[in-house]
């Protein structure tokens, strides 16, 4: 039972992510003007970066915290984060694909940051204890860190070597790109965290 809620939990904290990183990296790209190459590479990796940070402690208060409440609450957080996460996707892709200013990215970001403060008080969330989380926090970072380089080669991979397809224009190829690239650390990162940083 603990895994299955764990894989919920971590589940819901991947959509909040997957949402934060699309975000950013939409609002990065929009305002930087660069969709291909080595030069979304490094955009990719801010806004990775920036998920990463969100991830980190969302998954030590929820994903695995020893006080994980359970399985009815964890499937309506889970719910509640299906829902806010994937209303940000909707509106990145669909921004990306109105070719939208970067404003229009950073609004969307402020409204999720305010979505998970109502998460947050609606759910109790306990604050996590951050004292002696030094080994915790390296092992983590290191994970993330092969999880980054293959998220980003495969974004990189996919924008300098594949030309966009079905129709789509450059700045929507990027997001197809990003969401295969997401789908395949997202694994990583999950096996990791839950075999050697979170580890009960």
Partial sequence: MALIIQLISFAGIGILNTAIDFAVLNLLASFLGVYTGIGIGIINAASFTVAVFHSYYWNKVWAFSRDNSGLVRNIGRFVTA????????????????????????????????????????????KA??????????????????????????????VTKFIPPAFGFNQELWTNVAKAGATAVSLIWNFAGYRLFVFKK
């Fill in 128 to 157: 996590a204890v951050l004292a002696g989380v030094q080994r915790e926090v390296g092992t983590f970072i290191a994970i993330t860190l092969v999880g980054l380089l293959i998220n980003s080669g495969i974004v990189v991979g």
């Fill in 82 to 125: 299906l829902a806010a996460g994937g209303a940000v996707l909707f509106l990145v892709i669909w921004g990306s694909r109105q070719q939208y200013s970067w404003v229009y990215y950073l609004i969307v970001l402020i409204g999720l940051a305010l979505g998970e403060i109502v998460m947050w008080k609606v759910f109790r969330l």
